[in-house]
């Protein structure tokens, strides 16, 4: 299935020349008004040059400005019962912001499993499900989805690690093998620090997995696996940001899927519980 015109430039938005951004930036808060346009209205809008308009659309593997056009005015059909994209938020309009991140969000959940290769997946399971240690790595703003993917494959009864400390995770993969399996979670893909890591587990002869919201970046051609989250966060803030929804959605399919695999995972999930339920009281 062919990915998200939108998602497939806010994954890219960081890699962007500053004339590309323009470009990107103008099409993802404005999808609706770029279906109508010329490439040179478009250009004029952007103030840039009509060139630059047909370099971008090849940048984001689209065969030229009408193939964006197509794919932009397919993708608003798909979404319409999600309501409006819309990059609008404002605590002066509450409900039109709920609605609009919740239609938003929707859209990069739906576009994570729309992406994801039922074949693909399966092998990553078997790997995952037969590795004798799975490393799940992260730096920054992805540590939370790591640390919460090895808790969930412990609890099925997979033995997982993660740590927020970089160092840690870095000496730990030096001592993976060939049994063992490496899950890089990363943002953009380019990340040195998860670089380092997948280099030092492939160096080990370890498997790796990884998840990342651009399928051509650094991170994803490193492992033998990939699985690309959809991301909309440039649609409301125009800095650096990140969202842990999509890679956290992608964590949860595996987790599922994966007990519904193993036959002891139901009481490894109670024993677990039952060692804590003291805590809980």
């Known amino acids: 299935m062919e990915g998200s015109v939108i998602n497939q430039i806010c994954a890219s938005m960081d890699s962007f020349f500053d004339t590309e951004k323009k470009i990107g930036d103008y099409i993802v808060r404005n999808p609706k008004k770029v279906v109508d346009m010329t490439v040179g209205e478009l250009a004029k809008e ?3 040059s009509e060139a630059s308009v047909s370099r971008f659309c090849k940048r984001i593997e689209l065969k030229g400005f009408h193939h964006l056009k197509i794919s932009l005015a397919r993708e608003l059909v798909d979404a319409k019962d999600d309501g409006e994209i819309s990059g609008h938020i404002s605590v002066d309009d ?101 670089i380092q890591i997948l280099e030092a587990a492939k160096s080990r002869g370890a498997v790796a997995i990884s998840i990342t919201n651009n399928a051509r970046s650094s991170v994803a051609e490193l492992s033998t696996y990939h699985i690309t989250t959809a991301t909309r966060e440039k649609l409301f803030l125009d800095g650096y940001c990140f969202s842990r929804v999509s890679a956290t959605m992608v964590i949860e399919i595996i987790y599922l899927l994966l007990a519904s695999m193993r036959k002891e995972s139901y009481e490894s999930i109670v024993r677990h519980e039952q060692a804590m339920a003291y805590t809980k009281e």
């Not at 993976?176 to 040195?192: F, H, P, Q, Y």
């Open 46 to 48: 952007c103030g840039v």
């Open 94 to 194: 509450m409900e039109g912001s709920l609605r609009g991140i919740l239609s938003n969000k929707m859209e990069e959940l739906r576009q994570t499993v729309a992406m994801m290769d039922s074949e693909e997946l399966k092998k990553i399971l078997d790997v995952i499900n037969n590795a004798d240690t799975v490393l799940m790595a992260a730096v920054g703003n992805t540590i939370p989805v790591a640390m919460d993917g090895a808790y969930k494959l412990n609890q099925i009864g997979i033995r997982a690690m993660s740590t927020p400390i970089w160092e840690t995770e870095l000496g730990y993969s030096y001592n993976l093998t060939d049994k063992d399996v490496v899950v890089a979670i990363s943002n953009s893909g380019e990340s040195t620090g998860v």
